[in-house]
């Protein structure tokens, strides 16, 4: 299941994100976040992480530096 689900964003990461404004206000970018999250933490934890990280990047987020 996790690796899966990183197989996916990574996908997103090579094929979708291209196409799409750079928008991210963090480092490491939002999809980068959510593989190490899950990586580190498992795929429930970890995602649950990445939501909450997606969430918070918005134009009313100052940003920042962030790592799981």
């Known amino acids: 299941m996790k690796e899966t689900l ?3 964003i990574k996908l997103y990461q090579k094929f979708v994100s ?3 404004p750079s928008s991210c206000r ?3 970018s939002c999809s980068s976040y959510a593989i190490m999250a ?3 933490y498992g795929v429930i934890k970890g995602s649950l992480k990445a939501t909450w990280r ?3 990047c918005n134009p009313f987020s ?3 530096v962030d790592y799981p």
């Open 62 to 64: 100052k940003g920042g």
């Open 38 to 40: 899950i990586e580190k």
């Open 6 to 8: 990183i197989l996916l």
């Open 18 to 20: 291209p196409i799409l």
């Open 54 to 56: 997606i969430l918070r």
């Open 26 to 28: 963090f480092y490491p």
